[in-house]
């Protein structure tokens, strides 16, 4: 059935201007997921998905043993056979050390942040993963690009909360109008947007926003810059849904939920941030993507058809020029390559803030992932970067620390391992 959803797939983005995206789950302790796990070792296979184990915490508890778990017939609830956790968990890391797939999910941790349990279990997330849903639920996401939240405070750059806290609050109000605004497929669709009233506000720039502030991503205090601003971002989105809840009346399925409980507030919406990859946004907003680093100073943008757009990042000239130490050759030279770190004209300073992906230990990546994670209501979207030489057992050191750090699921990728990279 996948296959043919993914044939589907191929043969509607034949005639649009944009691929088709799916998400393919099946739960680690399903019959088939060795097959699934494997299944994109030929790399003709499943082009239009994006795949990820889910990973339950009775798993995780056998893997810690070293014992062996159950693998549970989905239709009558009963074990079917066992698998050693230790032996399928290196087969998930030594796939994902190939090509980048699977990813995993915490299911069980997204499960326990599910505010209408009644409804039902969470099977899925959407194909970036950071929106875990309900059986027909659309997402509905929107971002604040934070390269834009800032001010100029003593010739430095600062975080502009009220500027930032009045985006939010009108980000929330335009994206629960868009639940009533939209039209949707199917009436269960719906019912389902309507119902719940989710929505999902997250940030793009960040790294931008980081450099601008002369902070190193990967630092101490970039991990603390993350949570403040998520923090602030989150508190802030609730407290404008209890003010809409009081408009227009808190989200149809509210009782029942988490919120419905005595003395509780009311709320519109039931979650109301989330942290996506913003691929398309952040290249109409001309801001990095998502929480992501710098991928590279310069590169080629592969679009369709194989056209190649190249770009230089546009803060280098920037602080350059705020720092006193711009050139004429010094875009020519990142524009062809060149190293920003052996540049002698460049300040140590300056460097230590343009950080591309490579630089960025496993570890940082994932600690950053987590401190967003802390104050998101749904989940965090991040590509856990990892240089060509990156061993099995550094993914799977990586997928361990994302379930320690209270991260809802992680995707790893050693650079190299696609050829249409």
Known sequence: FMRVFNAATEA???????????????????????????????????????????ITDGFMDALEKGADYPLVNPRTGLAVGFKNAAEVFGRIAECAWKNGEPGVIFIDRINRDNPTPFLGAIEAVNPCGEQPLLNYEPCNLGSVNLSRMLKRDGGRYALDYEKLGHTVRLSVRFLDNVIDMGRYPSKEIDLMAKGNRKIGLGVMGFADMLTRLRVPYGSVESFRAAEDVMRFIGETAWDESRALAKERGEFPNFKGSVFDRPGGA???????????????????AGCSSGIEPFYSLSYARQVLNGVRI????????????????????????????????????????VKAVFPVAFDISAEGHIRMQAAFQNHTDNAVSKTINLAPEASVEDVRKAYLLAYKLGCKGITVYRSGTRAAQ
Not at 267 to 280: D, E, I, K, Q
Not at 324 to 329: A, D, E, L, Q, R
């Open 310 to 349: 190249p770009e230089v990042n546009p803060l280098v000239e920037e602080v350059a020029r705020e720092e006193g130490f711009y050139t004429p050759g010094l875009l020519d030279y990142i524009a062809g390559g060149g190293d920003l770190k052996k540049r002698d004209d460049v300040p140590q300073a």
């Open 266 to 284: 009311k709320v519109r919406n039931a979650t109301s941030t989330t942290v996506a990859p913003t691929g398309t946004l952040s290249i109409i």
């Open 12 to 54: 509607i983005k034949q005639g649009g201007a944009r691929r088709g995206a799916n998400m393919g789950i099946l739960r680690v302790d399903h019959p088939d997921i060795i097959s699934f796990i494997t299944v994109k070792e030929d790399p003709a296979e499943f082009l239009n998905f994006n795949l990820s184990a889910a």
